[in-house]
């Protein structure tokens, strides 16, 4: 598992919407980001450097650096 | 120095260091022992400032003339000075904490700082923002109507007991909202808060009841 935890999420939908492997959806209950498929994340870290109130850990362990374009 | 005077420097030695204990290493002990994940050094100083403010807020209420059995051998003008020079100090750090969560935004990818804060006070259907952005207001009107005192056409007495009740209204919505959006907020640091917030407020609630119920015997 490489995304680990989501605390303080607000319920604003950006970490489900930018996930490409819908690892993350919303919780009817509580409205908030729950992780729901772990082991098909593909630690690219979108949901994490999108989440507004930085509430998504990647586990560090299982991490790879995340590649930004120069340009 | 008479013995009486040295029991007074005594427990102001020791209330001191309670004071340090409650609201200053108990916090930081309770973060540095939370299993929560830690993140870059400015993000981590950002949470602390924000866990420290909060804590000196609790501390106002035990640091006042409602705690007079507690603060007898402090002087009242001093003890009050204290609180008023903490209230602005936890004001301004609680008040600029929404901006400060976005922040780093501004040295890392992904989304803008701009962006993130238009997020956060766009998302209207999160309970816990809510209260928080109802409990930021009502800081607001706390340190407004505590900075201009003096011009508000108030009776000092009747300002005693609004700014009590604004109090006892503020630390509830501000705790619920930490609780549950706070990062480092697991359950033993809310445990921790919610006693002693609840302890704060049944201080303030209590010295009202004996209050009203001396006037009543009287």
């Known amino acids: 598992m490489s995304i680990s935890s989501i605390k303080g999420c607000i319920g604003c939908g950006t970490c489900i919407e930018t996930c490409p492997t819908d690892v993350i959806r919303k919780d009817p209950k509580s409205g908030k980001a729950v992780i729901t498929y772990p082991a098909d994340c593909q630690i690219c870290h979108l949901c994490r450097m999108y989440c507004p109130l930085d509430a998504i850990s990647i586990s560090p362990e299982k991490s790879i650096p995340v590649i930004v374009s120069w340009g | ?218």
């Open chain 2, 1 to 218: 120095m008479f013995p009486g005077d040295k029991m007074k420097a005594d427990m102001k030695t020791y209330n001191r260091l309670a004071a340090i204990l409650f609201f200053l290493a108990m916090p930081l002990l309770f973060w540095a022992l939370g299993d929560t994940p830690r993140r870059s050094f400015l993000k981590e100083s950002i949470s602390l400032l924000t866990i420290l403010g909060y804590f000196l807020m609790l501390g106002q209420f035990f640091l006042s003339r409602r705690n007079k059995k507690v603060l007898k051998p402090h002087k009242t003008g001093k003890v009050l000075r204290l609180h008023k020079i903490i209230g602005y100090i936890f004001v301004s750090v609680l008040l600029v904490h929404p901006v400060l969560i976005v922040v780093p935004r501004f040295f890392e990818v992904g989304i803008s700082p701009s962006e993130a804060f238009s997020t956060i006070l766009s998302t209207w259907d999160s309970q816990g923002l809510i209260l928080g952005m109802i409990a930021w207001s009502l800081m607001l009107i706390l340190g407004i109507t505590s900075m201009f005192r003096n011009k508000l056409v108030m009776k000092y007495t009747a300002w005693r007991v609004f700014h009590g009740i604004l109090s006892t209204v503020f630390i509830t919505l501000a705790t619920w909202h930490a609780v549950e959006l706070g990062r480092h907020t697991d359950l033993p640091m809310s445990l921790y808060m919610g006693t002693i917030a609840g302890l704060g407020v049944l201080l303030l609630v209590r010295s009202y009841l004996q209050k009203s119920s001396n006037i009543q015997s009287a």
